[in-house]
């Protein structure tokens, strides 16, 4: 059975690019959560996916967007990258209204200079 | 609103010792409290996790945690430690009814041989 899974591993952009991560949520798992981890920080919560919605979005500014598929992955769009963008990306899925389900993909660690 | 407190940023102890990471939480509902490892250049493994019932949770790798809804606490604990548990530890919550998890900002624990 296979986790979540999130491509790609590592990223490198410049300021102002656009870039989009991916994420494939665990078999039988229906919701999708991403999280940013700057370095030394804890995960910071961006938003939550469920039925290809957007059911919950932290204190993060509108150039963060996201989307799901009728197959449940998920992907994070970041538009207009700031050097503030540079962390690692979390993707979490679980099954909707069952936190204690979540599980965590690797991440992929965006760097932008 | 909840909010999760890990009082020590850093831990340093010798291999074989006994260990305590400290994790406080504020909720104004009902929570479930998770402890997660991450070990360098990683994602997120679920250690334990606390829903209801019995206080005291046994994990993965020899750690345990208790919870005490008196001081809100959730301290992590493991009679004797490995070079291998070298890594940082993060206390999150989740409050009943939502799927956002709240972090702490985390402990590195070192081992020292």
């Known amino acids: 059975d296979a986790g979540v899974t999130q491509s790609p591993t590592h990223l490198i952009k410049t300021r102002g690019q656009q870039v989009t991560l991916r994420c494939s949520p665990k078999s039988g798992h229906d919701t999708v959560s991403w999280y940013q981890q700057a370095l030394g920080q804890g995960p910071q919560f961006i938003f939550q996916?469920?039925?290809?919605?957007?059911?919950q979005r932290g204190n993060f500014p509108d150039r963060f967007s996201g989307h799901q598929f009728p197959n449940y992955s998920s992907e994070l769009n970041v538009n207009a990258l700031l050097l503030g963008d540079s962390a690692l990306y979390l993707c979490a899925s679980s099954l909707v209204g069952s936190a204690e389900t979540q599980y965590f993909g690797p991440g992929t660690r965006l760097l932008v200079l | 609103a909840q909010s999760v407190t890990q009082l020590d940023s850093q831990v340093p102890v010798f291999e074989e010792a006994p260990v305590e990471l400290r994790c406080n939480y504020s909720?104004?509902?009902?929570?479930?409290l998770f402890w997660y490892v991450q070990y360098p250049n990683q994602g997120l493994q679920l250690l334990l996790k606390y829903l209801s019932g019995s206080t005291l949770v046994k994990g993965i790798n020899g750690f345990e945690a208790e919870f005490n809804k008196s001081q809100t606490s959730f301290h992590l604990r493991k009679p004797s430690v490995h070079i291998s548990d070298t890594a940082e530890y993060f206390c999150?919550?989740?409050?009943?009814?939502?799927?956002?998890?709240?972090f702490g900002t985390g402990t590195k624990l070192q081992v020292i041989p």
């Open positions: 909720s104004s509902v009902s929570v479930y």
């Open positions: 999150a919550a989740v409050a009943g009814g939502y799927q956002k998890v709240t």
């Open positions: 996916y469920y039925e290809e919605e957007e059911r």
